[in-house]
């Protein structure tokens, strides 16, 4: 028996230029951004259940470890681990794979730190990461099952849509 399905809607955003972004206020207690450099696969799942599951996020779910690790271990690809008190508080994955667009797959907050003020300073510092490559364009996506906040806080820090689109979540057993 499948299991259950959500409709989403599906927003593409885009920078086409490197924004000039005010440098974010360090939070207030003990944060750390680290490029992880070959996780594991069981690291890279818990990250991913421990910011994607509220959000249902299923895609990397679906992959056995072999092809998860052909993703992540790809030298193109970065995984990047913001450490708030000396636990994971959020995760962003970069994957500059394309010819010229580099694109946030994934970024996101553990559930215990969302609305601590790390999401504007954790999301600048990683598109300043993304546009360290040179790219002619930074892009990501986002669906009606992120947090509301989400959106606004691309657009406010110079995403631009470019697309819309109806899609479908199937949710696992």
């Known amino acids: 028996m499948p299991g259950r399905s959500i409709d989403v809607t599906i927003t593409y955003l885009e920078q086409r230029a490197r924004p000039v ?3 974010p206020a360090r939070p207030p207690f003990k944060v750390a951004l680290m490029r992880a450099e070959r996780p594991p696969a069981h690291f890279y799942r818990y990250l991913y259940s421990l910011v994607g599951a509220p959000y249902k996020w299923v895609s990397r779910r679906k992959l056995n470890d072999s092809e998860l690790e052909a993703i992540i271990h790809d030298p193109r690809v970065s995984l990047y681990v913001l450490y708030a ?3 994971p508080g959020g995760m962003a994955e970069v994957d500059m794979r394309g010819d010229a667009i580099v694109e946030i ?8 730190f969302i609305g601590r003020g790390l999401g504007r300073y954790f999301l600048t510092h990683i598109i300043d990461l993304a546009w360290a490559s040179g790219p002619t364009a930074v892009r990501l996506e ?3 099952l992120d947090h509301p906040a989400a959106l606004p806080l691309y657009q406010k820090l ?3 849509v470019f697309d819309q689109r109806k899609g479908l979540v199937e949710l696992p057993d």
């Open 142 to 144: 986002t669906c009606t």
């Open 85 to 87: 008190g000396g636990v």
């Open 158 to 160: 110079g995403f631009t």
């Open 105 to 112: 797959k994934f970024f996101g907050l553990a559930p215990d």
């Open 21 to 23: 972004l005010a440098t």
